[in-house]
């Protein structure tokens, strides 16, 4: 069977979709790097709060202990 219709009303519109086809394919890619991006941040944030809080206990147990040793030093001998 033949095809019916004029190559040139065909030719314009299968540029378009190869156009789309590519388009999409990059906006695939770039919304993959836009994840990688983000697990990485996401890892480094991850980081940062374990060490924020490995400070604050750090702190927590100095006053304590400077507590604790200024109690010894004030009770009975």
């Given amino acids: 069977m033949t095809a019916s219709g004029s190559r ?3 030719e314009p519109f299968a540029a378009h979709e190869e156009r789309m086809q590519a388009t999409e394919k990059i906006m695939d890619l770039q919304f993959s790097q836009v994840e990688q991006r983000l697990g990485k941040i996401e890892n480094m944030i991850e980081r940062l709060e374990r060490r924020l809080w490995m400070a604050v206990y750090g ?4 006053i304590l202990t400077q507590a604790v040793l200024s109690l ?5 001998k």
């Fill in 8 to 10: 040139y009303l065909k």
């Fill in 59 to 62: 702190v927590v147990a100095v």
């Fill in 72 to 76: 010894i030093e004030v009770g009975p």
